[in-house]
């Protein structure tokens, strides 16, 4: 069920509790600090009339989604119409790239079949408006876009592989792969507002990576943990951090094989229940608030 409301879980917060005093009987490996600058944003320079354009679409989309949430689709259909009518009558130098124009119109055509359809599902309705929003709000707010409420949930996303790949649990890191990449979908289009071209190229292709590894048998865990490392790096400038603290370290291989195996299968079970609960209960979302 898509819902737009995080709840931290707490099951893998024990799991990566448990990935913290694994590390702690062997010799782990002391991370560097990512000293690439955060993206500098440009200041917009644009006409006052394409402004104030952008600022009535970013109302229209709000409006879209607030009806889409309560379920009158009919109308938030309407806002929909008017939202690509307002898209073809701004012009976009100087707010952002060629691909995050393409992005946006990419986004309404999708959002447009879903509300075409004679019974629209709610959930994927709700994935399309919430999208959108994303999308106008990104070209509203340059520096502060709402897109980039999502951090947590990345970040907690990420930590679920790393713990997933030390676990050596095939099926648990493909579940978390795909809930990461679920989630990076629903702010891509955003991200290719808001930042360069090549941080979404990065990601996608680590996304991509990391899929196919988790399918090769047995796992690649070299692979995998580098991999794991790179998608850290990705996130870092994706989000504008400049140091990795916020992420759990992958754990050294040296360790005593009998804390491996037993405390990777602890981990492998509060993992696999602890996605079984995301999946059931909708968690993983954020709420769409713009903070005053």
């Known amino acids: 069920m898509f819902t737009l409301k995080m709840k931290p879980p707490v099951l893998l917060a024990l799991a990566i509790g448990l990935i913290a005093v694994l590390a702690a009987c062997g010799n782990g490996q002391e991370r560097t600090t990512d000293t690439n600058p955060a993206p500098q944003q440009q200041e917009i320079k644009i006409d006052p009339a394409d402004a104030a354009k952008l ?20 109308e938030a259909r309407s806002k929909l119409l ?74 907690e996303n990420a930590r679920a592989v790393e713990a997933s790949i030390q676990a050596q649990d095939a099926k648990q890191l493909q579940a978390s792969i795909a809930a990461l990449k679920h989630h990076y979908q629903i702010i891509r289009p955003a991200v290719l507002i808001s930042r360069e071209p090549q941080i979404n190229v990065n990601m996608e292709s680590l996304l991509t990576f990391l899929t196919e590894q988790s399918q090769v048998k047995p796992l690649p865990m070299h692979n995998l943990e580098r991999g794991a490392d790179q998608l850290r790096d990705a996130m870092n400038r994706l989000f504008g951090h400049q140091d990795e603290s916020a992420y759990v370290p992958v754990v050294d291989q040296r360790q005593p094989i009998l804390w491996t195996v037993v405390l990777g299968s602890v981990i492998g079970a509060i993992l696999a229940f602890a996605a079984w609960q995301m999946f059931q209960d909708g968690r993983g979302e954020v709420s769409l608030k713009r903070k005053e």
Do not use: C
Not at 57 to 74: E, F, H, I, P, Q
Not at 117 to 145: F, I, Q
């Open 55 to 74: 600022e009535q679409m970013a109302r229209s989309a709000d409006d879209m989604y607030k009806l889409t949430v309560n379920g009158s689709y009919l």
């Open 82 to 155: 008017d939202i690509g009518q307002q898209a073809a009558r701004i012009r976009y130098d100087g707010v952002t790239s060629i691909e995050g124009v393409q992005a946006l119109t990419e986004t309404l055509s999708e959002a447009q079949r879903s509300f075409n359809a004679v019974r629209p599902d709610p959930e994927e309705a709700k994935l399309r408006a919430a999208k959108v929003k994303l999308a106008t709000d990104a070209l509203t707010h340059k520096n502060e876009p709402m897109w980039l409420q999502y951090d947590k949930v990345l970040q």
